[in-house]
């Protein structure tokens, strides 16, 4: 695992430890060092921890002046027994809502296993991003199944199209214009 990283080509455009407003302003790696991990398992040292023991987090990129963020995930999303989205609610989300940033893109395509219990801080999460929007990107099928059955997918969005784009050749606003004109759509 200590061999998935997150992707670094928009670094040229946002760095999350320079970032004052970031949850992670100033966090230092260690590109020797697993500090990192999931469950018992090492990862990368480029991810973030936010205080779960099974998912880590990267920010990709934030535009304070369109209210937007782009953030890759990894590991296991396991509200079952470690309240994970919560955690990332309080740890990072919400953090970034009070900077002004109210639409989020996740990048899910690391999220190996999703394990989800009440749907309690997803309703308070959308109604803390009133008008915003989080949107999944390439999510796996068995994790969007688990999803589907827990009631859990109408708090996010997600659309096939998206899922077929080459995101990590596109510019970090390129992609946000893309999921901004999908959600646009399904607005009434």
């Not at 407003?21 to 991990?37: C, K, V």
């Not at 990709?60 to 963020?69: C, N, P, R, S, T």
């Amino acid at each position: 695992m200590h061999d998935i990283e997150p992707f670094i080509g928009w670094l040229r455009y946002y760095d999350p430890e320079t970032d004052e407003q970031s949850p992670f302003f100033g966090t230092e790696h260690s590109e020797f060092t697993l500090d990192r991990g999931v469950y018992e398992y090492l990862a990368h040292p480029l991810w973030e921890d936010f205080g779960s023991e099974s998912l880590l987090t990267k920010v990709l990129y934030v535009d304070y002046d369109e209210g937007f963020a782009i953030l890759e995930m990894f590991g296991v999303w396991n509200d079952l027994l470690l309240n994970d989205y919560r955690l990332f609610m309080e740890n990072v989300l919400t953090l970034m809502v009070g900077e002004g940033v109210n639409k989020f893109i996740l990048v899910m395509e690391n999220i190996l296993n999703i394990y989800l219990d009440a749907d309690d801080y997803y309703e308070a999460m959308q109604d803390e991003l009133e008008d915003g929007w989080i949107c999944l990107l390439r999510v796996r099928p068995h994790v969007q199944e688990q999803l589907d059955e827990y009631g859990i997918s109408q708090y996010f969005f997600w659309s096939e199209g998206l899922d077929v784009l080459f995101w990590r050749k596109m510019k970090p606003m390129d992609l946000y214009m893309q999921a901004n004109a999908a959600m646009r759509r399904l607005q009434p």
